[in-house]
C-alpha cells in the first residue's frame, strides 16, 4: 500500500487522476491539497472534495492552499476546463472542505509519517509545495518522492512558446520545488502530449453505467474538445505501474524571471549532465498509451 497526498487545481485532469487514485486499491490518499489554478483556489477545493464525495471517499480531506502564485498579485487561470473547472458538469454536491491551509498540512504529513514513507503527487502550480518547504526547509526531501506534471524540456510549451501551464502559472514555486533535493519524478509536456484520449475510450465512460463513469465521460468530452491530453493522471498512473513510462535522469532549472521566457524549463540531458549540472529529476519522456488508458479506465470502474 502506498500512502499518498495529491496537491491539484481540478481541473478536469486532475479529476481523473483523483479517481484513479481512488479507484486503485494499492493507493491511500491521506489528503488532497488544492491551489489556485486552473481556477481560483476556493474552487479547486470544492472540486476536489466534490470529486472525492463522488467517488465514495468522504474520509479523506481536501485541504485549500495558496489563492495566489509566489511574487505576483494575481492568480493566472486556465480556462480550457470551464468556468466551474469541471467542464459545467454536474458531479454533485461537496461535504465541507477541511479547515487549515495545504502547505500547512503537508508539513504535517510529512512529519508525522516516517521519512521517505509518503509519495508527492503534484498536478498543479507548485505554490503549497513550494510555501511548505519555505516555512520547513527540507520538508520536501522527507518525501519518498515528488511526481509532478509540469514544463515542457524539448517540447513547446501549451500557454507561451516557452512554458508549461503549471510552471507558467507560478515559476518561482517550481523553480524552488525543483531545487529543494527531494526525489523527483518529472511529466512534462514531453510524456504527456503522449497520453491521448480517444472519442471511443471517452464514450466508453458512459458504458459503466455509474456515477463516477457519467461523471468521467461528461468532463471529459467537454475537455477534450480543448486539451485531448490526460496530464495530470500519469504521475498516479506511475504510482501503480512504473513500466507505463520511459524516463532519463537530467538537470531542469525554471526561468523565474517575468517576461516572455517566464516558467520555461530549461533541460541539460545525457552527456551535458554531470558534475557542473547535476541530475534533480527523473523526466519521463514517454508513456505506453493505450495501456495507460485501459489502466485508468479499470480504476474507474471500480468506482460508484
Ligand atoms: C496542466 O495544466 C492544467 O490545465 C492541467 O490540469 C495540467 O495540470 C497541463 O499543462
Ligand atoms: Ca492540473
Same mark, same amino acid.
Do not use: K
Given at each position: 500500500m502506498k500512502h499518498i497526498i495529491i496537491d491539484c487545481d481540478p481541473g478536469i485532469d486532475d479529476a481523473l487522476a483523483l479517481l484513479l487514485a481512488a479507484g486503485s486499491p494499492s493507493l491511500r490518499v491521506l489528503a488532497v491539497t488544492t491551489v489556485a489554478g486552473n481556477r481560483p483556489v476556493a474552487t479547486t477545493a470544492v472540486n476536489g472534495r466534490k470529486i472525492m464525495d463522488l467517488a465514495g471517499q468522504r474520509q479523506v480531506p481536501v485541504y485549500a492552499g495558496a489563492a495566489l502564485p509566489l511574487g505576483y498579485a494575481e492568480a493566472r487561470c486556465n480556462l480550457v476546463h470551464g468556468e466551474d473547472g469541471l467542464?459545467?458538469?454536474?458531479?454533485g454536491a461537496a461535504s465541507p472542505v477541511q479547515d487549515g491551509h495545504a502547505a500547512n498540512r503537508l508539513i504535517e504529513l510529512l512529519l508525522e509519517?516516517?521519512?521517505?514513507t509518503i509519495e508527492l503527487v503534484a498536478t498543479a502550480p507548485l505554490t503549497n509545495l513550494a510555501l511548505a518547504e519555505s516555512l520547513? %526547509? *527540507?520538508?520536501?526531501?522527507?518525501?519518498?518522492?515528488l511526481l509532478i506534471m509540469g514544463g515542457a524540456l524539448r517540447f513547446p510549451g501549451n500557454i507561451t512558446p516557452a512554458a508549461e501551464f503549471n510552471f507558467y502559472a507560478d515559476p518561482i514555486a517550481a523553480g524552488m520545488v525543483l531545487a529543494a533535493g527531494a526525489n523527483t519524478v518529472l511529466f512534462p509536456l514531453d510524456v504527456t502530449s503522449s497520453a491521448i484520449m480517444t472519442p471511443a475510450w471517452i464514450d466508453s465512460?458512459?458504458?459503466?453505467?455509474?456515477a463516477c463513469g457519467r461523471a468521467a465521460a461528461g468532463m471529459l468530452q467537454a475537455y477534450a474538445e480543448l486539451d485531448p491530453l490526460l496530464h495530470d493522471a500519469c504521475p498516479v498512473a506511475h504510482l501503480l505501474d512504473e513500466t507505463l513510462f520511459t524516463g532519463e535522469p537530467c538537470r531542469v532549472e525554471v526561468d523565474?524571471? %517575468? *517576461?516572455?521566457?517566464?516558467g520555461h524549463a530549461l533541460a541539460w540531458f545525457g552527456e551535458q549532465v554531470g558534475a557542473a549540472h547535476p541530475p534533480n529529476v527523473l523526466a519521463m519522456?514517454?508513456?505506453r498509451n493505450d495501456a495507460l488508458l485501459a489502466l485508468v479506465r479499470g480504476a474507474i470502474a471500480t468506482l460508484p
Open positions: 467542464g459545467g458538469v454536474d458531479v509519517h516516517p521519512p521517505h520547513s %526547509p *527540507g520538508i520536501l526531501r522527507r518525501a519518498r518522492r465512460f458512459h458504458q459503466l453505467g455509474s523565474w524571471r %517575468p *517576461g516572455p521566457t517566464a519522456t514517454a508513456v
